[in-house]
């Protein structure tokens, strides 16, 4: 398997006393080089000593030497800088398109460090390792989660800034569609951002003096203000939002896009709506006020609102409920945080080149508890300690990103899991 070989090449897997090459000069490796991702030999910028000479350059990995030849390798000027052949087996020289011998080599993968690739490969689980990953010691998986928590916010940061191109680079603007988001909260994320889409940033703004106007376009943008309820409430939002709709221009989202089906009451749409209603009501640039401040504290006081009158005794338009203060939760703040102030403090910083703000960024996932959730519970249930939210996203990544995708070798756990038990 050429793949086995990169990864045994890559992390010097092999035996590599005794290695010469077909005419008989030793072969040293001194730098196996960068691994390619893309088209061209596997990998570039390797520096090799074949007898007395040092030679930089890339280096070309195949089972058989002879597939070389099937993938036309020696037609190809992009392989002409090849400074060395690796293979398994040499069933045949190869030549560059000038007719030059390429030197070329034969590696031989010890068997306990195959069997621990290919056990790993042919797992048919969600997480592969799991079984194992006590045996990592704490102090690589500790280097890992923190390399994974790294590359979770740069993927989430393009996201932002994706966002920020879309929409003229308005901070503002951008999030308020990455909180909406969040307060879907997975079951309803999209029909929330759809919403944001459709209800530009400057609109809630303008009223933000006036909750009943807040929630009348929110309502209303959702396509929820269709409901058949005939309460003075209602009524009073539906007669708002035509007014709003009609002065802004305004399409609404469908109301079918929000799922209340198999979702606790407190998470309905209408709820969260009302929540964000609330928020927005009481604050005006967000984001602005959350680089002006610092503190976990602050943070979370910024989302400490209360429902309007209504919604304390309604779950959804015009069916009655026991009377219950609907604050938005400490678990819910938390998420929201994780998943809206972090990300786009961490793009700002960024995207500014202000180290202080992305240095925010992480420390606020440091300050958060752990999220508790069934893909958290299975790495701590196999022996995973966590100690904040910046475990738990690391943890996250890891399991999208690696796990979910088969991408074993890519992964360090695995590479200290197949040195370990192939004892090298």
Known sequence: MERLLQYAWKYRLYDGAGLCTAE??????????????????????????????????????????????????????????????????????????????????????????REHIEWLLSRDTLTPCLERIREVEPVHLSAWLTALISERLERKTDTVLTLLERHDNDWNGVFYITLMRSFGFGTNSDAFEW????????????????RLSVEALLFGQAGLLAETADDPYSQLLRREYAFLQKKYGLKPVEGFLFKKLRTRPVNFPHIRLAQLAAIWSANDTLFSEILENSGLEMLKNRFNVSVSEYWETHYRFGAVSPHQKKPVGAGAVHVILINTVVPVLFAYGKKKRLPEYTARALQLLEDLPPECNSLVKTFTGAGVAVKNAADTQALIQLRREYCEKKKCLYCRIAYHLIRKRSGM
């Open 195 to 210: 919403l944001a889409e459709s209800l530009p940033f400057h609109c809630l703004r303008k009223h933000r003096d006036s």
């Open 24 to 113: 008989g000069l030793p072969v040293v490796i001194i730098d196996p080089g960068i691994q390619n991702p893309d088209a061209g030999p596997d990998f570039f910028n390797a520096k090799i000593r074949v007898g007395g000479t040092v030679w930089v350059g890339c280096v070309e990995i195949h089972r058989k030497a002879s597939e070389w030849h099937v993938h036309r390798h020696d037609r190809d000027p992009a392989y002409d800088s090849v400074i060395l052949h690796v293979v398994e087996e040499d069933d045949t020289p190869v030549r560059r398109t000038n007719g030059e011998i390429v030197r070329q080599t034969v590696i031989r993968v010890p068997s306990g460090v």
